[in-house]
């Protein structure tokens, strides 16, 4: 046991390593290179032989050249001896700077509804969204093609027309056949929004998380800092994804700036 929020002991458990370990810093700067980043993210997303999952970079330099594999990472026993020019660390993705923006869908709603989260509270969202949908997708001309997927994305006999109308400097809403194009694909958006039940939600991320390999937080806690924002603080709700059970997703207490400086320093977590 350790202290805890105000000096009581607490049992503390071993370090949450669900499919994570950790990469030294200077190993983590030579994949970096790799991908052409100026500078290491706080973690990669990879694979290496018959592991993978999540690699947390070592700021404290412990590991420096090393990469360290936990078992939880490992899916199947291979002899490392076998390939003598060493395995490949292949980044599916990595740790951006800010996290994506995200929204509720079926399956978050079902586990949030397990937890006793009110139906009442995601039919009122949807009523919302859904009667603000034309005001804040087709009342201006900016406000139309905002909404459109990128051009390279676009189809040719659809959403494309609209755009190059707009690129010229004219009023989409003016041009029937490019207007047509925009309501067309919106009703097929609206569609999805009230069939499909993905619903934006205020201060709702998408990010990589990672467990506290220096044991600083209690295991109700968590630290989620957004640029612009700064430091969540409060209860927050973390999910998994793909999010299909009852457990996965938990409520936390995001610590904010105050007890972050006052545990991590003034450099934050590492």
Same mark, same amino acid.
């Not at 991320?205 to 109700?220: E, G, I, K, N, T």
């Given at each position: 046991p350790r202290g805890g929020r105000g000096g009581e002991p607490v049992e503390v458990a071993e370090i949450l390593t669900d499919g994570c370990g950790r990469i030294g810093l200077a190993a983590a700067k030579l994949v970096a290179r790799s991908l052409g980043l100026r500078d290491p993210p706080a973690a990669f997303q990879a694979r290496i032989g018959s592991c993978k999952g999540m690699w947390v970079v070592d700021q404290g330099g412990e590991l420096k050249n090393a990469i360290e594999i936990r078992k939880s990472q490992r899916k199947w026993d291979i002899d490392w001896s076998a390939k003598p020019g060493g395995w490949d660390f292949e980044v599916k993705d990595h740790v951006k700077s800010s996290p994506q923006d995200a929204c509720l869908h079926p399956q978050l709603i079902q586990v949030l509804e397990a937890g006793n989260v009110s139906t009442e509270s995601f039919l009122a969202l949807q009523r919302e969204q859904v009667e603000n949908f034309a005001e804040e997708r087709l009342s201006t001309a900016e406000a139309c093609v905002r909404c459109l997927p990128h051009f390279d994305q676009a189809i040719e006999n659809g959403t494309r027309l609209?755009?190059?109308?707009?690129?010229?400097?004219?009023?989409?809403?003016? #041009?029937?056949?490019?207007?047509?194009?925009?309501?067309?694909?919106?009703?097929?958006?609206?569609?999805?929004?009230?069939?499909?039940?993905?619903?934006?939600?205020?201060?709702?991320?998408?990010?990589?998380?990672? !467990?506290?390999?220096?044991?600083?937080?209690?295991?109700?806690?968590?630290?989620?800092?957004? !640029? *612009?924002? *700064?430091?969540? #603080?409060?209860?927050?709700?973390?999910?998994?994804?793909?999010?299909?059970?009852?457990?996965?997703?938990?409520?936390?207490?995001?610590? *904010?700036? #105050?007890?972050?400086? #006052?545990?991590? *320093?003034?450099?934050? !977590?590492?």
């Open positions: 609209a755009q190059r109308i707009n690129d010229a400097g004219l009023d989409v809403r003016e #041009e029937p056949a490019a207007f047509a194009q925009i309501v067309k694909y919106q009703a097929g958006t609206l569609k999805s929004v009230r069939d499909e039940g993905r619903y934006r939600c205020e201060e709702c991320w998408r990010a990589f998380m990672c !467990p506290d390999f220096s044991r600083q937080l209690l295991p109700d806690e968590c630290v989620f800092r957004v !640029p *612009g924002k *700064g430091y969540i #603080e409060g209860d927050v709700i973390v999910s998994r994804s793909p999010c299909t059970a009852p457990w996965d997703a938990q409520k936390f207490r995001a610590l *904010g700036f #105050e007890e972050v400086r #006052e545990r991590f *320093g003034g450099a934050g !977590p590492s």
